[in-house]
C-alpha cells in the first residue's frame, strides 16, 4: 500500500514539527502559539499524581501560572505517525530534572493528548554495585 | 529522496519490532533472546540514579537477577528510524509503575543504548487544584 506508507511519512513529519514547536511554544511563554497547537478538548494527565486536566483554556493557565523560571531543552524526540515521545531536559535555576512527554495529535493536527512523567532523582538500592558504574 | 525515504521507514519497522521483542524476551525471561536483540558493548543507563551497565553480558545479569516477579506490559511504543520510546505498565503483585525507555539501534540492527527512566508516584504540589480532577 504505497499510499499508506507516504500516508504514515506524512504524518510523522508533521507530528515531528509540532512537538518541536510544542516545546518552543512554552519555553518562549508564547501562550497563543501554544493554543494553535492544542484541540479545544485537549487532556493534559500526570499518571504519577493521578492529576487530569481537561480543555485547552485550562491547561494553557496551568502552564502560565507554574511556579519557577523554568527552561526547557529537547533531548530525545521520536515521533509516529500520530504519536511522539519527548525526552526533555528541564531546568529551574540550577536544578536540573528530566522529563517525559507523550503526545497524541488529531486527525487534523493538533496535539489532543498530552502525558507528562516527571521522574525524580533517587538513591540506587543496594545490591548491584558489582554491575553498575555511577557517574 | 525517494530512497533515503524508504529507507526511513523500514528502519521504523525494523526498530518497531526490535522494540517489541526487547519487552517480550525480558517479559519471558528468555534471557538468550534478549542477548541477539543486544550490541556486545550495549550501554544501558538510569539517570534518576546515575547509574550505568556497560555490556551485553552485564546487562543481561541485571536483569536475571532483578528481584521481585514482575511483569511487563506495552502500554505506548513510538519508533522513529533507529530510535524508539516505550511506556511500560510494570507490575510487581499489586504494586503498579509505569516506565519510560528509550532505545536506540545500531547500524546492524540489534540495541546499542538503553535509557530507563522510572517515575513514582508523589502527592500533587497544592495550588493547581482549580484546574486539576484527581482519578
Redesign the interface.
Known amino acids: 500500500m504505497p499510499g499508506a506508507?507516504v500516508r504514515?511519512?506524512s504524518d510523522?513529519a508533521m507530528t515531528?514539527q509540532t512537538a518541536r514547536d510544542y516545546v518552543d511554544r512554552l519555553e518562549r511563554r508564547d501562550w497563543p502559539g501554544l493554543a494553535g497547537l492544542l484541540t479545544d478538548d485537549v487532556v493534559y494527565e500526570?499518571?504519577?499524581?493521578?492529576?487530569?486536566?481537561?480543555g485547552r483554556d485550562?491547561f494553557l493557565?496551568?502552564n502560565a501560572?507554574y511556579?519557577g523560571d523554568w527552561h526547557l531543552r529537547v533531548r530525545?524526540?521520536?515521533?509516529?505517525g500520530r504519536?511522539?515521545?519527548l525526552?526533555l531536559d528541564v531546568r529551574v535555576g540550577v536544578e536540573q530534572q528530566?522529563a517525559?512527554v507523550?503526545l497524541e495529535m488529531s486527525e487534523r493536527g493538533p496535539i489532543s493528548r498530552i502525558?507528562d512523567?516527571?521522574?525524580?532523582?533517587?538513591?540506587?538500592p543496594p545490591?548491584?554495585e558489582h554491575?553498575?558504574?555511577?557517574?
Request: with cysteine; glycine share 2%.
Open positions: 506508507r504514515a511519512v510523522t515531528r500526570m499518571p504519577q499524581t493521578r492529576e487530569r486536566i481537561r485550562a493557565r496551568f501560572e511556579p530525545r524526540l521520536v515521533a509516529d504519536s511522539a515521545a525526552w528530566d517525559c507523550w502525558v512523567h516527571w521522574p525524580e532523582p533517587y538513591d540506587p545490591g548491584r554491575l553498575v558504574e555511577r557517574w
